[in-house]
């Protein structure tokens, strides 16, 4: 299964990304692979958070408009993963073990929710993103 990390999602919608196009034909390729695919629940907080933030370049998006921009990436069949309540203990332990530091924790916990839910491959922009062990990385804009 692959995992699509934030900055695909808020590439694909933010039309003046420079990496709009790109970041839209990996969700497509995303959606259309056999393998199924989807993101974390804290992907999804990070759209958020970027998208309608108030000095997010190119302005705010509506809250309205990053629903429907979900909403129709659940249609073309998402699927959206939550943590589980004993994540925060594994989460810590591996962050511990794979000597994470600083906000890279926020990558290792989209991954880790990620391999959790059945992900093989995380596809992410980020040529640094912790992944967990097991869990590939691949930037889809990268060809």
Do not use: K
Not at 1 to 16: E, K, W
Not at 56 to 63: L, Q, R, T
Not at 79 to 105: K, S
């Amino acid at each position: 299964m692959i995992a699509v990390d934030s900055n695909l999602l808020i590439y694909a919608h933010r039309a003046g990304a420079p990496q709009h196009d790109a970041a839209r034909r990996a969700l497509e390729e995303a959606a259309n692979d056999p393998r199924g695919w989807g993101v974390a629940v804290p992907s999804l907080a990070e759209l958020w958070m970027v998208t309608t933030h108030p000095s997010s370049p190119g302005g705010p998006s509506p809250g309205a408009l990053v629903v429907a921009f979900v909403e129709a990436l659940r249609a073309a069949g998402m699927q959206i993963w939550p943590l589980d309540a004993a994540a925060g203990p594994r989460l810590l332990a591996m962050a511990a073990a794979l000597g994470v530091a600083g906000a890279r924790i926020f990558d290792l916990q989209i991954g880790l929710c990620a391999f959790e839910a059945g992900a093989t491959e995380m596809w992410t922009h980020d040529h640094a993103f912790r992944a967990p062990p097991g869990l590939r990385v691949r930037d889809p804009l990268r060809r």
